[in-house]
């Protein structure tokens, strides 16, 4: 049944790297857009692909649950693909065509070409924040990891999962940038969007084998109640044992199709947001796993920061310098000649 997760991935690799790693391209001779304003619409396209798993990561926790929010989520991806595909396929949607040297002399596109294009790209890139955000925890979910062979089972999956990942940026950075370039942009769209449905069709003939996990609640919510209650117990003695921590029992875990995590050393300030201290107000107490699950997130942070400024750097290489040469294939072609 995981086979389901791993051919969507490599089909939603192929549609999004087989837009973006030629959309500097297919806006200069195009849409004859100049390098700074092209620039600007590719950096803020990507930065909202990137952006809106936040959005989807909460909506899937706190409300629709992972699985239904994947379904929508991947229904609004193939509709933008769709209407993407259209947009350089129905002529009175095309811009128009020119040969002259200089890009930013030729007609301009009309604000209806610029509206379903752009309209259709933004589309997708909400429906990416859906399922970039619970395909991978989707997979995960399928495990049980107090069970050896099940564990084993799950690090095979990611294996295979990022094969499928790699081999669907492969796929989109070689096959689908050139049937772009030379056959055409109608044919360089269609094909990804074409498996972007038949992926979705096999995740969906999976559904009755996967375990499906209820939403557990906003992890914002928990982490805010968590910072609260620890800066309330400030000043009250550190617990030496864990029985004076609190935690819900392990058959409360099963029932939601959880488990809980113990207790760290990281962090060791936010312990205090279990420490028993008469009060059982979710404010003022919270669980170990509610702790940890903080700690987590929060050391997740240095990473997150650290990322940065190499993403600023790669976004240029993916702007600025892509956008001196007729493809991505033609600049790898000049990079491996000098």
Same mark, same amino acid.
């Given at each position: 049944m995981l086979c389901y997760k791993k051919v969507y991935e490599a089909f939603e690799r192929m549609a999004y790297y087989g837009i973006s790693s030629n959309l500097v391209i297919y806006m200069t001779t195009k849409l004859h857009q100049g390098t700074v304003k092209l620039s600007n619409n590719v950096t803020n396209w990507v930065g909202?692909?990137?952006?809106?798993p936040i959005l989807g990561a909460y909506v899937a926790d706190a409300h629709l649950g992972r699985y239904r929010t994947f379904v929508i989520s991947s229904t609004i991806y193939f509709l933008g693909m769709l209407v993407l595909t259209l947009s350089v396929s129905i002529p009175g949607l095309k811009?128009?065509?020119?040969?002259?040297?200089?890009?930013?002399?030729?007609?301009?596109?009309?604000? +209806?070409? $610029? *509206?379903?294009?752009?309209?259709?790209?933004?589309t997708l890139a909400i429906g990416t924040g859906g399922t970039?955000?619970?395909?991978?925890?989707?997979?995960a979910d399928q495990f049980d990891e107090t069970?050896?062979?099940?564990?084993?089972q799950k690090m095979s999956f990611f294996n295979w999962w990022m094969f499928s990942i790699f081999f669907g940026t492969l796929f989109a950075n070689t096959v689908l940038v050139y049937v772009q370039d030379n056959v055409?942009?109608?044919?360089?769209?269609?094909?990804?969007? +074409?498996? $972007? *449905?038949?992926?979705?069709?096999?995740?969906?003939?999976?559904t009755p084998f996967y375990r499906h996990k209820l939403p557990t609640g906003s992890p914002f919510i928990k982490m805010t109640r968590v910072i609260v209650a620890s800066f309330r117990k400030a000043n009250a003695p550190m617990a030496r044992d864990h029985t004076q921590l609190h935690e819900l029992?392990?058959?409360?875990?099963?029932?939601?199709?959880?488990?809980?995590?113990?207790?760290?050393?990281s962090l060791r300030f936010l312990d205090r947001a279990s420490l028993k201290t008469g009060t059982t107000d979710q404010w003022n107490l919270c669980t170990i796993t509610e702790v940890e699950e903080t700690k987590q997130m929060l050391n997740m942070l240095p990473a997150m920061f650290a990322t940065f400024v190499p993403s600023a750097m790669v976004a240029q290489v993916n702007t600025l310098s892509q956008s001196q040469f007729s493809s991505p294939l033609s600049y790898m072609i000049e990079s491996l000649s000098r």
């Amino acid at each position: 049944m995981l086979c389901y997760k791993k051919v969507y991935e490599a089909f939603e690799r192929m549609a999004y790297y087989g837009i973006s790693s030629n959309l500097v391209i297919y806006m200069t001779t195009k849409l004859h857009q100049g390098t700074v304003k092209l620039s600007n619409n590719v950096t803020n396209w990507v930065g909202t692909v990137y952006l809106t798993p936040i959005l989807g990561a909460y909506v899937a926790d706190a409300h629709l649950g992972r699985y239904r929010t994947f379904v929508i989520s991947s229904t609004i991806y193939f509709l933008g693909m769709l209407v993407l595909t259209l947009s350089v396929s129905i002529p009175g949607l095309k811009p128009p065509e020119c040969s002259m040297a200089n890009a930013e002399d030729c007609e301009k596109a009309s604000v +209806l070409q $610029l *509206a379903v294009f752009f309209g259709a790209l933004y589309t997708l890139a909400i429906g990416t924040g859906g399922t970039k955000a619970n395909i991978s925890t989707i997979g995960a979910d399928q495990f049980d990891e107090t069970d050896p062979k099940e564990k084993i089972q799950k690090m095979s999956f990611f294996n295979w999962w990022m094969f499928s990942i790699f081999f669907g940026t492969l796929f989109a950075n070689t096959v689908l940038v050139y049937v772009q370039d030379n056959v055409g942009w109608g044919w360089g769209y269609g094909i990804p969007t +074409l498996g $972007l *449905a038949i992926s979705i069709f096999v995740f969906l003939l999976g559904t009755p084998f996967y375990r499906h996990k209820l939403p557990t609640g906003s992890p914002f919510i928990k982490m805010t109640r968590v910072i609260v209650a620890s800066f309330r117990k400030a000043n009250a003695p550190m617990a030496r044992d864990h029985t004076q921590l609190h935690e819900l029992p392990s058959m409360e875990y099963e029932r939601k199709g959880t488990f809980p995590i113990q207790s760290t050393k990281s962090l060791r300030f936010l312990d205090r947001a279990s420490l028993k201290t008469g009060t059982t107000d979710q404010w003022n107490l919270c669980t170990i796993t509610e702790v940890e699950e903080t700690k987590q997130m929060l050391n997740m942070l240095p990473a997150m920061f650290a990322t940065f400024v190499p993403s600023a750097m790669v976004a240029q290489v993916n702007t600025l310098s892509q956008s001196q040469f007729s493809s991505p294939l033609s600049y790898m072609i000049e990079s491996l000649s000098r």
